[in-house]
């Protein structure tokens, strides 16, 4: 059986979140409505109700006279980012940990997947690799089975993409970092521990944002 075919406001609402919004170099830059429909194949009105629906969702801006902005994210913004992922995922470790549920061979794929790309510097492996980094800690979100907890901390995705891979940019040696660091909070988890669990993931988090905060 073939998958649904997109309509042509879907297919520019999954562009511009998983291709223009994760890019940093977008940042603070306003969209074309006819550049991004001429790429798609599509009309401007698809792209047009596409665009509506991101600046419900905060993740653009719509500036009447001007268009569509990317806005990039205060230093305000960055803190509360990294304070909220924190909050749940440092829960999360503790609840998969006290079920017996963390999912250690698929987080331990998704760094042996992040460590083929660590030395790849170009924008198109840089945004594979923190779509890895992504899904590394989504999924011990996700083993908690709490839908709540999830549906918040997936609704963060795009901003924790673009600042990821603008985190990596700023630091050429910070791949193999979070490598490193990927792997201490998978051997915390995998021995039940949770205070090293927390420390990991407090360290990890706290390396990212101060790599983002830097002037």
Not at 55 to 63: D, P, Q, S, T
């Amino acid at each position: 059986m073939s998958s649904r075919k997109l309509s042509g406001r879907d297919a520019a609402y999954q562009h511009l979140l998983q291709v223009v919004l994760t890019d940093p170099s977008n940042a603070g830059t306003f969209l074309s409505e006819q550049d991004i429909a001429t790429q798609l194949g599509i009309s401007r009105t698809p792209v047009r109700e596409a665009m509506l629906l991101l600046n419900a969702r905060g993740l653009i801006e719509l500036v009447p006279h001007r268009g569509a902005m990317v806005p990039a994210l205060t230093t305000s913004q960055i803190r509360q980012l990294f304070a909220f992922r924190e909050l749940i995922e440092v829960r999360a470790a503790d609840l998969t940990i006290a079920a017996g549920a963390v999912p250690l061979g698929i987080m331990q794929t998704l760094v042996a997947q992040q460590e083929e790309l660590k030395q790849d510097s170009d924008m198109a492996s840089s945004k594979a690799f923190i779509a890895l980094d992504g899904d590394f800690h989504l999924t011990m979100v996700r083993s908690t089975e709490n839908e709540y907890m999830i549906e918040a901390y997936e609704a963060i995705r795009t901003r924790q993409l673009m600042v990821g891979t603008e985190a990596i940019f700023r630091m050429p040696n910070r791949r193999e970092q979070v490598c490193e660091e990927h792997q201490q909070i998978l051997e915390a988890l995998a021995g039940r521990d949770l205070a090293a669990a927390e420390r990991s993931i407090v360290q990890h988090l706290k390396t990212t944002r101060d790599v983002l905060l830097l002037t």
